[in-house]
């Protein structure tokens, strides 16, 4: 039989009992406390916040009444609801540029601009509850923060925005994820050298280092960004990252930066500052005698880049891979081409090497695939291949992605311009000679391959153009302003040669289509050559019916605006 527990030994045993389910508890304040201790103080944000400049460019182009309301637009798409209580898993078209931006705050700091003109407290008092919930449900690694939250790109857009916040408001948590901002920014691994996400993670850090007083951080952005810069822009003023609205927006980042500098008492390096005025003539020269940049790499088609000085030269090479060339400055109706080639495609480029646009009698005539997205679609992976673009195919032949191509040859003369460009992209090499003319305005393109290769050459014309007729080789488009003909000479017969195919709108594969701004896609009437050895294009705006005649290896060409002659050499191209 069992004894009963003597009544000392149950108090024992209850004692025991307490003592070991309380040591698990006792043991996460101990640790609590250890962690407290480790952790290092806050940085003081009580300092002076004089320098602290909130900029247009921290914030997107939300209206603060709209950010009251809790209902935004972002990145061109229709407004979203967020309510008072933000999810921040939230990304309703499923779009990478939506998701940056959303995670990057800049919507939220026009609330803090309108503050500085309005002096409304409810307005400050939303970006605190905004910042403070992101801050609050975003923390670095934890369990369900999302991929954009603390992407190195959106990490480097956000900074500035709570820098701007921390000019009104001092609390703890806000010093912690400025620091904590700081440090990621500061980390070697996730640093973007030679691309503008670098230079924006410099901008972040500096402002950062400003604020909190840290000299540190700011030796380590300037030190970072100078570098980055010489890598990044040539001496000639070419991007690396091979899409001229990246230079443009490089520029305006270095902007920022020399304002940083001042607003931190700190003196700009005159390597910036020199690399900063050499991007304008690379902008300029990109620009177009309508005002829109040439939608070349990932530029859109509607961008107009606005006060960039200009040399005086009409016509620029730059090493870096683009000619540029145009009959006169401040002219509307002045003719204007782009030819590519250089080092292999890279960042923002396209598989565009040998392609050509072509602006003449004040309108556009051959056109580029411009910039669509960043979705990872079919289309999007399309624009960049070589088919978006006006180049010539080796039929048959796998295309080999990132070879660089060489120009081999150039005569520039105020009413003639003559290139001659090569590569091997196909394991074979692939030759275009282009001549431009000015005054009676022509294109005229030689494209030639080795004997057994053919090649078909790509040309995709403006939206507005309609085929007119298709026959013998020649190919009439026209609209209200105009015709342009296409005329193709198999070569060295000058035969004409027939069989073009004339898309627009294909899906199946994709072809006959460009991107006139983000996210749409319009379809254009692009002419397919058939394959030859060696093909003559000659393009001609304004006339619907060029006589072209052949003689000895020159070539005759009847315009609207009177008759042009040149010569077609099979080693040293046109001229």
Known sequence: MALPDHPSTARTGGRARRLMLAIPLLCALILALVMRIAEPPAPSLAASATGVRCRIDQASAVPASDVMRGRIALVGLPPVSIGTD?????????NRTWALNFHSLRWMAGLVLAYETNRRADHLIRAVQIAEDWVRDNRRGAPGTGEWAWAEHTIALRAPVLVCL??????????????????????????KQGHNHGLD?????????????????????????????????DAQGVLQEQAPRYG???????????????????GVPGDLAA?????????????????????LGDSPADLRPKGYPHEEATVKVFDGGYVFGRTAWERAG????????????RFHGHEDHLGVTYHAKGRDILVEAGFHSYEKTPYQYWTTSPQAHNVPVVAGARFRTGMPTALDRRSIGEARQSYLLSDQAYGVDRTRSVLVNHGADLMAVLDTVPAGSQVEGIW????SLKVISSEGGTVVLGDALGKVTLVQLAMPSCRPIGGQSVLAGETGPFQGWISPSYLEKTAVPTVIGP?????????????????????????SVRTADGPVSFTVHAARGLA
Do not use: N
């Open 460 to 463: 995709h014309f403006a939206p």
């Open 166 to 191: 921390s000019k009104y408001v001092k609390a703890e948590w806000l010093a912690r994820s400025l620091a904590d901002h700081a440090a990621t920014l500061a980390d070697p691994e996730l640093y």
């Open 201 to 233: 993670q410099d901008i972040a850090l500096l402002s950062i280092g400003c604020r909190l007083h840290d000299q540190g951080w700011k030796d380590l952005a300037l030190r970072r960004m100078t570098a980055s810069a010489r890598l990044a822009i």
């Open 275 to 295: 690399r900063r005025r050499a991007l304008e003539t690379y902008v300029s020269h990109a620009t177009q005698p309508d005002g829109r940049m040439v939608p």
């Open 531 to 555: 394959p030859a050895g060696a093909v003559l294009t000659v393009i001609v705006p304004g006339a619907g019916d060029p006589r072209i005649e052949c003689s000895g290896g020159k070539v």
């Open 334 to 345: 002045s003719a204007y081409y782009s030819i590519r080639f250089g080092p292999g495609r």
């Open 248 to 266: 443009m927006y490089v520029h305006e980042r270095l902007g920022v930066v020399m304002t940083t500098l001042r607003d931190c008492r700190a």
């Open 86 to 94: 933000l999810d921040w898993r939230l990304d309703p078209y499923g």
